[in-house]
């Protein structure tokens, strides 16, 4: 299997996950310019009222700021709020109470770089999985890389080729099924079954 090449994203939506089960090493890029409005610090999550945004709060850089130079701010005590809103979401759902040991020690430890804390928190995600696949970052930015190339997902607004089917979700029957959600969605509804639904997505 080839490396695909990711950007840093933040509890990232399914379809990067269904790229890194199809993949022999994930790189993901740190030397490219951070920009706002998409996945770097932000993920989407299905609640009662629809889908909700949360947002990493960042520590305000020059116009040209590396992805991996960006710090992480301590406004608004957003792990909290963080934690908070996902235990709101999930508590009902099959498998929210199975993962809690794992993923809040996340929201209670203070890291200062927000790749650090994406890297780390997508290493655990995939070891609840189960899908075993070596993560590195880039020493530079590569500007044509000799593997799959999917920094583009970064992006909230481009469409992937290939993510997971429809599956059961806590607000379904109000909201119809959501996609285009955090890893997080998948984990906490589906539990073991994730990993068959993600290496089936990508075949």
């Known amino acids: 299997m ?5 950007c840093s994203a933040y509890m990232p939506p399914i379809h990067f996950f269904t790229a890194m089960a199809r993949s022999g090493e994930v790189v993901i890029e740190q030397y490219d310019s951070y920009s706002k409005q ?28 590396l992805m991996r130079d960006v710090r992480i701010s301590d406004h608004g005590n957003w792990r909290r709020l963080h934690w908070n809103a996902l235990k709101t979401a999930y508590m009902n759902s099959p498998f929210f109470i199975y993962y809690t040991d794992d993923l809040y020690p996340f929201f209670e430890r203070r ?13 655990k995600i995939l070891e609840l999985i189960d899908i075993k696949v070596n993560i590195r970052l880039t020493d530079r930015y590569l500007k044509l890389p000799d593997m799959v190339d999917l920094r583009h997902l970064i992006d909230p607004s481009v469409t992937p080729r290939q993510s997971v089917g429809e599956y059961w979700q806590v607000f379904k029957s ?4 959501i996609g285009g959600l955090s890893i997080l969605d998948l984990l906490f509804n589906t539990g073991p079954e994730a990993k068959l639904l993600l290496t089936d997505a990508g075949k």
């Open 2 to 6: 080839s490396a695909t090449l990711l």
């Open 38 to 65: 998409n996945w770097r610090n932000r993920c989407m999550i299905a609640v009662e009222s629809g889908v909700q945004s949360l947002t990493v709060p960042v520590v305000k850089g020059n116009s040209k700021q």
């Open 111 to 123: 890291w200062e770089f927000l790749i650090d804390f994406n890297t780390e928190i997508t290493e």
């Open 174 to 177: 109000e909201n119809g099924f």
